[in-house]
């Protein structure tokens, strides 16, 4: 699994118990989850169809550095399918799991379209071809 995106715990992060508030996690998560499926993909209109559950680790407090890794597990006819994990930068203690997370390519009209992709490929890759 490849981490790429870094996030600092800054004090509006935080929940009232001075942790990681997890709606917050789960944002960066999406966002991050989204943005890899629309570079997968190569379509921009992509967009959230589950999450399954979500297995909450450890809580990181102001000024941890966390990092998410996100890793493609199936492509569908009109989906792509991958797994999250979180972990603290510097510790690489796990703080998050989630073992599913689905999106759906989807065409101008927001209907659900094949994306004729069937395993992960990298920008590099397709800029050579």
């Known amino acids: 699994m490849n981490f790429h995106t870094r996030k600092w715990v800054k004090p509006e992060d935080l929940n009232p118990n001075l942790s990681l508030f997890g ?3 789960l ?3 999406d966002e991050e ?23 909450f680790i450890s809580a990181p407090k102001q000024g941890d ?6 890793e493609a597990t199936h492509f569908g006819k009109t989906s ?3 797994r999250c994990e979180v972990r603290n ?3 690489r ?3 998050l799991k989630i073992d599913k997370l689905v999106f759906v390519n989807l065409d101008d009209q927001g209907k659900p379209a094949a994306h004729g992709k069937t395993e992960i490929t990298y920008v590099k890759d397709r800029l050579d071809s």
């Open 23 to 25: 709606g917050r996690l």
């Open 93 to 95: 203690e796990p703080i």
């Open 65 to 70: 550095i966390v990092e998410l890794g996100i």
């Open 89 to 91: 930068k510097l510790t």
């Open 80 to 82: 792509i399918t991958m």
């Open 33 to 55: 989850a989204v943005i890899y499926a629309i570079v997968q993909l190569e379509n921009k209109h992509v967009v959230t169809k589950y999450i399954s559950e979500i297995n």
């Open 27 to 29: 944002s960066w998560i």
